[in-house]
């Protein structure tokens, strides 16, 4: 098919990742629990990878949690060296909370998430561009107090996959120059090239659907785009601001997200894509697959 990039499989059998939104709820106190660990990921099909992680995933969990909400956070390290959590829906001083933990050292700290959005979560240890690029990074979603319509919900995080020029190396692990000179061999929804194209997402025709996207980078711009589709309205990193109103692409900025909403108007299957096509051949794309 034309813009699709990648080979269409099918949507009975599930991606790897999960991309339905978890359901809007309160707490009120929100407990995390993260555990770092290194981990071994499949980028694409037959692409191990050495990755560091929130929970063995990578991206890490989605967190969900509605405005107002305290969050009351640990982190253990169970890995090998220092890692540390920054949390951009915090606000909150960087040099007591997002510190170096050591390995099998924890730490503890509680933020309210006051503003709505969809945040980016990441390990902001030195050199931070290495602990994003190895897999150490998630979304936030902040509900508004006043719920949105319904919708078909679905989170991306997009990211980018350095890796050794050394193909026996197995699994492969972060080539340090490839991500200085922003070349990366993988671009990703949901840390796997192309996941959702060979295992299509099903929407229903003319139903809303609501795309978190957040781009976790390290280095590349998402221009989002749906194949066939005009968005709505797009909420720039998914606050509470006037939506842009019927428009083709917008840039999620590295280390920001959007609300992305969009009706499909006739079945058949429609790519989304970050439409700087370099990165879309990377593995950028999906499907969502209209009934
Ligand atoms: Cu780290």
Same mark, same amino acid.
């Given at each position: 098919? *034309?813009?699709?990039e990648?080979? =269409?499989g099918n949507? #009975?059998?599930p991606?790897?990742? +999960?991309?339905? @939104?978890?359901?809007? $709820?309160?707490?009120?106190?929100?407990?995390?629990?993260?555990?770092?660990r290194?981990?071994?990921?499949?980028?694409?099909?037959?692409?191990?990878?050495?990755?560091?992680?929130?929970?063995?995933?990578?991206p890490?969990?989605?967190?969900?949690?509605?405005?107002g909400? *305290?969050v009351?956070?640990?982190? =253990?390290?169970?890995? #090998?060296?220092?890692?540390?959590? +920054?949390?951009? @829906?915090?606000?909150i $001083?960087p040099?007591?909370?997002?510190?170096?933990?050591?390995?099998?050292?924890?730490?503890?700290?509680?933020f309210?998430?006051?503003?709505?959005?969809?945040?980016?979560?990441?390990?902001?240890?030195?050199?931070?561009?290495?602990?994003?690029?190895?897999?150490?990074?998630?979304?936030?979603?902040v509900?508004?107090?006043?719920?949105r319509?319904?919708?078909?919900?679905?989170?991306?995080?997009?990211?980018?996959?350095?890796?050794t020029?050394?193909?026996?190396?197995?699994?492969?692990?972060?080539?340090?120059?490839?991500?200085?000179?922003?070349?990366?061999?993988y671009?990703?929804?949901?840390?796997?090239?192309?996941?959702?194209?060979?295992?299509?997402?099903?929407?229903?025709?003319?139903?809303?659907?609501?795309?978190?996207?957040?781009?976790?980078?390290?280095?590349?711009?998402?221009?989002f785009?749906?194949?066939g589709?005009i968005?709505?309205?797009?909420?720039?990193?998914?606050?509470?601001?006037?939506?842009?109103?019927?428009v083709?692409?917008?840039?999620?900025?590295?280390?920001?997200?959007?609300?992305?909403?969009?009706?499909?108007?006739?079945?058949?299957?429609?790519?989304?894509?970050?439409?700087?096509?370099?990165?879309?051949?990377?593995?950028?794309?999906?499907?969502?697959?209209?009934?």
């Amino acid at each position: 098919m *034309s813009h699709g990039e990648a080979p =269409v499989g099918n949507p #009975a059998e599930p991606p790897p990742v +999960d991309p339905n @939104a978890p359901g809007r $709820a309160s707490g009120r106190v929100v407990h995390i629990r993260f555990v770092i660990r290194d981990t071994v990921i499949q980028v694409a099909k037959g692409v191990p990878y050495r990755a560091w992680s929130f929970e063995g995933r990578v991206p890490g969990p989605v967190i969900r949690v509605t405005q107002g909400d *305290s969050v009351d956070f640990t982190l =253990v390290n169970g890995a #090998a060296m220092p890692h540390s959590m +920054d949390f951009h @829906a915090a606000q909150i $001083a960087p040099n007591k909370y997002y510190v170096n933990v050591l390995p099998k050292d924890s730490i503890h700290y509680a933020f309210l998430a006051e503003v709505p959005g969809a945040f980016m979560y990441h390990c902001g240890t030195a050199l931070v561009a290495a602990h994003i690029a190895n897999g150490m990074y998630g979304a936030l979603i902040v509900d508004p107090h006043t719920p949105r319509p319904n919708a078909k919900e679905l989170v991306l995080v997009q990211s980018e996959f350095y890796m050794t020029p050394d193909t026996t190396s197995n699994p492969k692990t972060l080539a340090w120059d490839r991500l200085l000179s922003l070349a990366p061999d993988y671009v990703t929804f949901n840390g796997r090239a192309a996941q959702y194209a060979e295992h299509p997402i099903e929407v229903k025709v003319n139903e809303l659907v609501r795309l978190y996207v957040v781009n976790a980078g390290p280095n590349r711009v998402s221009s989002f785009h749906v194949v066939g589709g005009i968005f709505e309205r797009v909420f720039q990193d998914a606050s509470l601001t006037t939506p842009l109103v019927g428009v083709q692409t917008v840039n999620v900025p590295v280390g920001g997200g959007g609300i992305f909403e969009v009706r499909l108007k006739q079945p058949g299957e429609y790519p989304f894509v970050t439409h700087a096509f370099a990165d879309a051949t990377k593995g950028g794309v999906g499907i969502l697959s209209a009934k």
